[in-house]
């Protein structure tokens, strides 16, 4: 906590927003009713004999079963083989990962003040609630927070056993165990995430009292999404220091990759885990909870008839539970068929099986979403076809969750013809038109991913419009919804590529930095101990050839999560607008271009991504400034074998407190400006989170895009090319640091912040519509000049100030 003590300066302002906040007990809050999201009974219809409550009773036992599988696969990841000396360096890794959590953790902790005060004033003072029920749903909002933060040390703890083993694996000279030993991790990631979740959620759903499980919901969504949202933010800004750091070094000094004499190196390997692991496992599992609360709370505010109320809440939660099956029933297929194909093979293209397996997944997923759906609702509401429309709506999202992988990879992977163009502009143009190019990639991706989006969704409005009015209001708004719960249908799978990532890159560094080749005798070593005579040559090329793909299959995770959710929010935004206007009886006039207020929502929208945007890489850039700084006073290439552990420690410092500067400035200036607009006028806020919606989702496909055709750009010139040491591979070095904040940083965390700001606003506009209208403007002001405080720290408090020398822990202290 050494960064909380040492900057004083944002007390002030905090404190000031805690007044503020407290203001609102004496604003004149008008009596309210209990909350309406209350659960039906769910025992009360049967579903092929089974009624609703036992039949998801026994999808807890499915879960568990999910967890379980998971837990082998990390049992089995353990026991495997793997020098002394590889193992070292990964249990650094460990600890490194281990000690930036920890802090993190008490970050959010500290965060958790601001939100909990916020649900206190919502429930125990606005919904009357009484205490005991108002603690349940805080108690339910801290289960968010350890879910994100647990699922979150799990990905990072298996992710650095994985390396390893996966680093020794590739000296047999075979390319098949580089492959299949992070897709086994990324799939016990993916397999324990997505089960956990479920688990959670159908707990809250089966014993919470009815009366609010609704309310602990929306307390469960905003604890997952306030950890996750601080964890891809601070993670992403730390492991783009250290990248950005490390990268440099290879410009400055000519040295090779993860060279071990590189002090910023281990900073790269943590912040690999840091930021493409830790972020994302959290991520994902916010994702799939807060999709989730958002098809519960639009069931019970649009559906008036209970009964199709429990038909629906079941069949979705049925659906998520039979999906964890096809992901692992694809997983284990797909592994037998790439084990027949590739286990004596001396060449494999590591992209084919994980595409293979997507769709595979997807395929399976589709085929159960129609089997199911006749079986559960053969007559919903007294229609007998609406069971093959819903399939169909949500067969838009799990078939866009095979289809924008394959559309990321036009512009990223190394076969891509944009990939192909950034190198060959580098080529002549130097750094400069690699930069260019790498735009362009991203510019065009924006354009086919919006309109593979619009045709997707246009779809499933088709079929929203073919009966499914009858049963609810805004009858589109949940077809939305259920695209994005079908973009989510193979979740342990999509977690599991995009885990693959930080896997295969830190298995490169765990190789370079173990020096395995220089250990005495090493051959004679592994031959005694293993069984083995290793393949140094070999083990390096499938190394390098296999980080491309995961690179690759990084970025194309990436829109996936984005795109679930502005889709997701879409339906959080129709139930704060059932709230504004009594279920669409009033005030519908005003959600207009003709209402002044919902147009300049629009406006700010956009003004607040591209402030986020320029505040994350603000950072990085500050922070790979200081990181670049000490490493270039203090690298030793004479005389040593590796840097020493102290300067390593050191640059990991140096990460963690810009990573948590730029984290808490950023994440404040989020929270007050939610409040400021909520309070400023409603309609105003709907039209400011639908702006940020969808500028978010078109910056953050053009920045992750952009920078995921950087990334393979350098790693073509390296590995296809053999160009390491040229002008060419310094200019692709240059265009990969200007995507790495790109892709990692700013594009990434777009997702917990637009469904953070939904959600939270969800509380936020219903506590500001209660209070007298001058309190109202008075209290907006306030948060509104609190946010501007924090936007002004997050570059000011944070820009490089030239001339400054700090090279030492003790001066990177004073600093922060």
């Not at 004679?524 to 293993?530: I, N």
Request: aromatic share 10%; glycine share 10%; proline share 3%.
């Amino acid at each position: 906590m050494n960064v909380i003590r040492s900057q004083k300066a944002w007390l002030a302002p905090l404190l000031a927003g805690l007044a503020a906040l407290a203001l609102l007990l004496s604003g004149g809050l008008a009596s309210a009713s209990e909350s309406d999201l209350v659960l039906p009974d769910l025992g009360s219809q049967s579903f092929g004999g089974v009624d609703g409550r036992t039949l998801l009773l026994g999808g807890i036992g499915v879960c568990a079963l999910g967890f379980a599988f998971g837990i082998i696969i990390f049992s089995q990841l353990n026991k495997l083989p793997v020098h002394r000396a590889m193992r070292e360096i990964s249990e650094l890794i460990y600890e490194t990962c281990k000690t930036y959590l920890v802090t993190q953790f008490k970050f959010i902790l500290l965060l958790e003040v601001l939100i909990g005060a916020v649900m206190v004033l919502y429930f125990g003072v606005l919904r009357h609630m009484e205490a005991t029920k108002v603690v349940v749903i805080l108690l339910a909002s801290l289960v968010g927070i350890a879910g994100s933060c647990g699922v979150a040390w799990f990905g990072m703890r298996i992710n650095t056993f994985a390396n390893s083993r996966a680093a020794f694996a590739s000296l047999k000279g075979k390319p098949f165990p580089t492959y299949a030993i992070p897709l086994k991790a990324g799939m016990s990631i993916g397999a324990v995430l997505i089960s956990t979740e479920l688990m959670l959620m159908l707990m809250i759903l089966l014993f919470i009292p009815a009366d609010y499980a609704g309310p602990c919901f929306i307390g469960f969504a905003i604890g997952e999404s306030l950890g996750a949202s601080a964890l891809r933010i601070a993670g992403g800004i730390f492991t783009k220091i250290a990248d950005i750091g490390s990268d440099l070094m290879k410009i400055v000094f000519n040295i090779k990759e993860d060279d071990a004499r590189n002090p910023g190196v281990i900073a790269d390997c943590t912040g690999d885990n840091a930021g493409d692991s830790v972020g994302p496992s959290a991520d994902g599992f916010e994702t799939y909870g807060v999709t989730g609360v958002a098809l519960i709370s639009f069931i019970l505010l649009a559906v008036p008839d209970q009964a199709v109320q429990v038909q629906l809440l079941v069949w979705i939660f049925v659906m998520r539970i039979v999906m964890v099956l096809a992901s692992i029933g694809s997983y284990l297929l797909n592994e037998a068929i790439a084990k027949a194909s590739y286990a004596d093979a001396d060449k494999m293209n590591f992209e084919a099986p994980l595409t293979r397996l997507v769709w595979l997944t997807s395929i399976v997923s589709v085929a159960l979403t129609y089997a199911v759906s006749a079986f559960m609702i053969p007559n919903l509401g007294g229609d007998t076809t609406l069971w093959w429309k819903l399939s169909s709506i949500i067969t838009c999202g799990t078939l866009a969750g095979a289809i924008i992988p394959e559309m990321i990879k036009i512009f990223t992977s190394t076969e891509s013809r944009h990939v192909r163009e950034v190198v060959t502009a580098s080529r002549e143009g130097g750094a400069s038109l690699n930069v260019l190019s790498g735009l362009t990639a991203g510019n065009f991706s924006a354009y086919w991913m919006g309109i593979v989006l619009v045709v997707l969704m246009g779809i499933s409005y088709f079929f929203s419009a073919q009966g499914l009015g009858q049963l609810m209001i805004a009858e589109s708004v949940f077809a939305f919804g259920l695209v994005a719960f079908g973009f989510l249908g193979m979740g342990p799978v999509t977690i599991a590529v995009d885990s693959y990532g930080p896997v295969t890159d830190n298995a490169q560094s765990v190789y370079e930095l173990s020096l395995i080749e220089n250990v005495p005798n090493i051959e004679a070593e592994l031959k005694k101990d293993f069984g083995f005579t290793p393949n140094f040559e070999k083990a390096k090329h499938y190394l390098e050839e296999n980080d491309g793909a995961g690179n690759t299959f990084k970025a194309t995770a990436k829109p996936v999560l984005i795109g679930t959710a502005v889709v997701g929010a879409t339906t959080l935004i129709f139930s704060i607008i059932v709230v504004l206007t009594n279920k669409l009886t009033i005030n519908v006039d005003k959600l207009s271009l003709l209402h002044p207020p919902f147009l300049l929502g629009l406006v700010t929208g956009g003004a607040v991504i591209y402030w986020f945007t320029g505040a994350s890489t603000q950072a990085v850039s500050t922070g790979a400034y200081r990181a670049v700084e000490f490493i270039k006073a203090n690298i030793r290439l004479d005389g040593v074998e590796k840097a020493s552990i102290a300067d390593s420690k050191k640059v990991v410092e140096i990460c963690t407190q810009y990573a948590q500067r730029g984290m808490f400035n950023i994440f404040l200036g989020v929270f007050f400006s939610t409040l400021a607009f909520a309070c400023l006028e409603p309609f105003f806020f709907i039209g400011y989170l639908i702006s940020i919606a969808l500028f978010g989702l078109y910056q953050a496909i053009f920045m992750a895009n952009a920078g995921g055709a950087w990334d393979n750009a350098k790693k073509l010139v390296e590995v296809e090319l053999k160009e390491k040491g040229t002008p060419l591979h310094a200019a692709t070095v240059v265009g990969d640091t200007v995507g790495d904040p790109f892709k990692d940083t700013s594009s990434v965390a777009m997702n917990p912040i637009i469904k953070f700001t939904t959600l939270f606003g969800l509380l936020a506009v219903e506590l500001a519509i209660e209070i007298d209208r001058t309190t109202s403007l008075v209290l907006a002001a306030i948060f509104f000049v609190l946010s501007t405080v924090f936007v002004y720290r997050s570059f000011y408090s944070m820009r490089i100030r030239s001339g400054e020398k700090e090279t030492s822990a003790a001066g990177v202290r004073a600093t922060a």
